[in-house]
C-alpha cells in the first residue's frame, strides 16, 4: 500500500468469516478509509503489487510481438461507481489506466480486463520489477489517464474513478487477484502451500528459532568477544539482502562454544550475503577462544533473524 495524501486509511489482511469469501478464497485485503480527503492532483493512494521481471519475460512488451494480458479479481465496497487502476514499467513512463464498474454496494463481484500488449518502453526481464499492478483507491488528476490505452506517462488509476480515500468511513476489499498472459481469465491459479512458501522465501526468509537452543548458523570466533556465523537461507533469494531484522534484545541470543553458551551482549549484526546464506556479527562477553568454531543460538523460543529481497 502507497499512499501520499494526507488521508489516514486502515488495512489489513483478514481471514474467516466476517465476510462471506467468493469462490473458495479464505482471505481478501481490507481497506477502511478513516477520513475525508479530496486528493490534490499529484496525490495517490494505492495498492500496488510488483512483479518480478523473471515472471514477465516471456510478455515480449516493448516489442512488435507485446502480447495480450488479462487481470481477474473480486471485489467489494461500500461505494459504487467506476473504479480504476493502472499497469506500469519500472521507469514509470508506460502505463496502461483501467476501470471496472462496481453495481453493488457492499457485495463481492467478479472483475476480468484485458490489458493490450505494449510495443512501446522498456520492461525489465530481469530479478527487478518487470511491471507494477496498481489499483487506485484515490488518485489526483496528474496521475489519472484515459482508460484502456497505453500513455507514456506515469498514471495510477483512469480519469475519474470513484475515490474510496474521498468518503469517510468508505471500505474496499479485493481478493482472488490474477495476471495471466492471453486474452481470457481462467480460474484462479491454486498453489499447493509449500510451492507457494517457496516462492514467497524468494522475496523474505525469516528463520524463528521456535524452541530455546536452536542453532541458527555454525562459525568461528574472531577475537575472546565477537564471532560470526553463515546463516543459511531456505530458498535461493531474489537479491542479495543487505540488512538484518531480529528481536531487538542482545540476550535473546547466544553464542555455543563447546564448553558453554554465553548470552550476546549487543543484537547480531548484518556482514554480508550471498543469495544463499548471510554472515552475521555476534558480541559475547570475554569467553571466547579465537579461531575455534562457534554456534549461533537462541535463548528463547522467539528469536528470530529476517531477511529482505523484496522489489
Not at 49 to 59: M, R, V
Not at 83 to 102: D, K, L, M, Q, V
Request: proline share 3%.
Amino acid at each position: 500500500y502507497f499512499v501520499s495524501a494526507s488521508n489516514v486509511i486502515s488495512y489489513r489482511r483478514t481471514y474467516g468469516t466476517t465476510l462471506e469469501t467468493p469462490e473458495g478464497h479464505t482471505s481478501y485485503i481490507r481497506i477502511s478509509n478513516l477520513s475525508n480527503t479530496v486528493a490534490a492532483a499529484t496525490d495517490y493512494s494505492t495498492i500496488v503489487t510488483a512483479i518480478e521481471g523473471f515472471d514477465f519475460y516471456d510478455s515480449f512488451f516493448g516489442g512488435v510481438y507485446g502480447v495480450p494480458f488479462v487481470l481477474s479479481f473480486w471485489v467489494r465496497s461500500s461505494l459504487t461507481g467506476t473504479f480504476g487502476g493502472a499497469i506500469e514499467n519500472n521507469a514509470n513512463n508506460r502505463s496502461y489506466p483501467f476501470s471496472y464498474t462496481i453495481s453493488s454496494a457492499n457485495t463481492f463481484e467478479y472483475k476480468t480486463i484485458t490489458i493490450a500488449g505494449d510495443t512501446t518502453g522498456t520492461w525489465l526481464t530481469t530479478n527487478g520489477t518487470g511491471i507494477n499492478l496498481t489499483f487506485g483507491l484515490g488518485i489526483g488528476s496528474s496521475l489519472s489517464g484515459t482508460a484502456g490505452a497505453w500513455a507514456g506517462a506515469n498514471y495510477y488509476s483512469a480519469t475519474g474513478a470513484t475515490s474510496v480515500v474521498g468518503t469517510n468511513g468508505a471500505t474496499f476489499y479485493i481478493t482472488g487477484v490474477q495476471l495471466e498472459k492471453g486474452s481470457t481469465a481462467t480460474s484462479f491459479d491454486y498453489r499447493p502451500y509449500g510451492t507457494e512458501l517457496a516462492l514467497c522465501q524468494r522475496y523474505y526468509c525469516r528463520i524463528t528459532a521456535n524452541a530455546i537452543g536452536n542453532r541458527f548458523g555454525v562459525g568461528i570466533a574472531g577475537t575472546t568477544t565477537s564471532g560470526n556465523a553463515l546463516v543459511p537461507f531456505k530458498a535461493t533469494m531474489r537479491a542479495n539482502p543487505t540488512a538484518l531484522e531480529q528481536s531487538g534484545t542482545a540476550s535473546d541470543y547466544s553464542l555455543g562454544t563447546g564448553t558453554g553458551t554465553p548470552a550476546c551482549t549487543s543484537v547480531p549484526t548484518f556482514s554480508s550475503a550471498t543469495l544463499e546464506s548471510a554472515l552475521l556479527d555476534f558480541t559475547v562477553s570475554a569467553v571466547l577462544t579465537a579461531n575455534n568454531p562457534v554456534m549461533a543460538r537462541a535463548n528463547v523460543a522467539t528469536a528470530y533473524l529476517g531477511f529482505s529481497a523484496e522489489l
